[in-house]
């Protein structure tokens, strides 16, 4: 078993909110969300889903933090997470696998998804480094991901977000003499003189009304 594995709970967790909607809205959604998942099926109820809406924005918090190099601040969030859910392996042996192990086989769904997923993210971030985590940049998205280009350049969430950026940049720029002439217009308008005076005037203002008083 490859618990760094379990890292992709954290991230299919946070992705259930995005730009789409919330995934977590109703029962339906969280059944949908672990019914493939192996041990961690069974029945779920409305406490359930207000539990792992509370983890999803836990998860979602050390993505963000990672995400903006407060690494101190994503580990201990992870961290407290890892103690609130603890992982309760024990040797399993069943299907013609040998002993092997599994990781809390009881509890409710939650507490099995959260220690699986705190379990997996902080496996993962001590083998590839805290810096692979990542938040998707595009407007409104917010969905995570695991970096894992060679150079940590990933800034996108999927090809769709990265093409939808890439998209309205190309639409700004149709064709080459229509950005030259605006830029020709803009800058007679402008005029280079003019404009630096008009930086200047306000800190001659200032200091004029700084003598006046
Ligand atoms: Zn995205």
Redesign the pocket.
């Known amino acids: 078993m490859d618990l760094a594995s379990y890292a992709d709970l954290a991230i299919e967790l946070v992705n259930t909110q995005d730009r789409a909607g919330d995934g977590l809205r109703d029962l339906q959604g969280l059944t949908a969300l672990v019914a493939q998942k192996p041990h961690l099926g069974g029945r779920v109820g409305h406490r359930d889903l207000d539990t792992m809406r509370g983890l999803r924005d836990q998860l979602r918090a050390i993505f963000a933090a990672a995400g903006a190099g407060d690494e101190d601040g994503a580990v201990e969030r992870l961290n407290s997470l890892l103690i609130q859910h603890p992982i309760h392996p024990q040797l399993s042996r069943h299907d013609d696998h040998g002993w092997h192990v599994h990781l809390n086989e009881a509890g409710s769904i939650p507490d099995r998804y959260a220690a699986r997923a705190a379990m997996g993210l902080a496996v993962k971030i001590g083998e590839q480094g805290i810096d692979r985590l990542g938040t998707?940049r595009?407007e409104g998205?917010g969905?995570v991901f695991f970096d894992t280009t060679a150079n940590r350049s990933r800034r996108?969430?999927?090809d769709r977000?990265a093409a939808s950026r890439h998209g309205v940049a190309a639409a700004d720029r149709p064709q080459q003499p229509r950005v030259t002439e605006p830029l020709v217009a803009h800058r007679n308008g402008r005029r280079g003189p003019g404009h630096d005076d008009g930086a200047e005037r306000p800190a001659g203002n200032t200091a004029s009304r700084d003598g006046g008083q």
Do not use: D, F, H, N
């Open positions: 998707c595009a998205c969905r996108y969430c999927s977000c």
